[in-house]
């Protein structure tokens, strides 16, 4: 059974940074594209970072690029999103992903697996 596990959230400061990890019981991780989604009270899931399986292709909303950071670390089945100079529009719950694609891009139906989310604060 395929589990993704989110952790690293919390409340920080408008400007503040927090990482985000996402450990994955997959058993095909090193080949699946990975990614980071966002849900914020009263709106939809959005994109905010995806990687390929190699960890070579990546990809980011315009809302988190030049500020997140995504990095798929094959040998422990981890990946990760570092967030920087955060904004108070940035809370929301953040859900990694997982694919049996490649590389899944920002398309939420090109990912089989989602974990349960962590909830990340920002406050001005």
């Known amino acids: 059974q395929v589990q993704l596990v989110e952790s690293g959230g919390g409340l920080v400061q408008a400007g503040g940074s927090l990482r985000l990890s996402c450990a994955a019981s997959l058993r095909t991780f090193s080949t699946s594209g990975m990614g980071w989604f966002r849900q914020a009270p009263g709106k939809e899931r959005e994109f905010v970072a995806a990687?390929?399986?190699?960890?070579?292709?990546?990809s980011y909303a315009d809302a988190a690029k030049g500020r997140f950071t995504i990095l798929k670390y094959n040998p422990e089945n981890t990946v990760y999103l570092q967030m920087n100079s955060l904004k108070p529009e940035d809370t929301a719950v953040y859900y990694c992903?997982?694919?049996?694609?490649?590389?899944?891009?920002?398309?939420?139906?090109?990912?089989?697996?989602w974990g349960q989310g962590t909830q990340v604060t920002v406050s001005s």
């Open positions: 990687v390929s399986g190699s960890g070579g292709i990546k």
């Open positions: 992903a997982a694919g049996d694609l490649y590389y899944g891009g920002p398309d939420l139906k090109a990912y089989k697996y």
